[in-house]
């Protein structure tokens, strides 16, 4: 069973920037499309990114492309999310997902079968 362990938020002031990590254990990270959600509170959890094993592919939605970028280092089993121009709406908890496979084949989480404890981050305004 692989354990995601997300570290990185914290509180900024809208306008602001913080970068997400999330280590993996195991050796079978690079195997393995990874992705973010996020749920604020009283709110679903949604989907924020998501980068397929070898890091070629990338989707985002649509809320934060542009201001958020995902990226992955398979040597160091980590996979990052940069995010940039942030705002209120961006507050919530983040957490750190495993796809099924190789490949994003949708941004449900239904598809992500391993998740991190997640990381509270806080945008003022």
């Known amino acids: 069973q692989v354990q995601l362990v997300e570290s990185g938020g914290g509180l900024v002031q809208a306008g602001g920037s913080l970068r997400l990590s999330c280590a993996a254990s195991g050796r079978t990270f690079s195997r393995y499309a990874m992705g973010w959600f996020r749920q604020a509170p009283g709110k679903e959890r949604e989907f924020v990114a998501a980068i397929s094993w070898s890091g070629s592919s990338t989707y985002y939605a649509d809320s934060v492309k542009g201001r958020f970028t995902i990226s992955r280092d398979n040597a160091k089993n980590t996979v990052y999310l940069q995010m940039n121009s942030l705002k209120p709406e961006d507050t919530a908890v983040y957490y750190c997902?495993?796809?099924?496979?190789?490949?994003?084949?949708?941004?449900?989480?239904?598809?992500?079968?391993?998740w991190g404890q997640g990381t509270q981050v806080t945008v003022s305004s």
């Open positions: 997902a495993r796809a099924m496979g190789p490949r994003v084949p949708t941004t449900s989480s239904g598809d992500f079968g391993s």
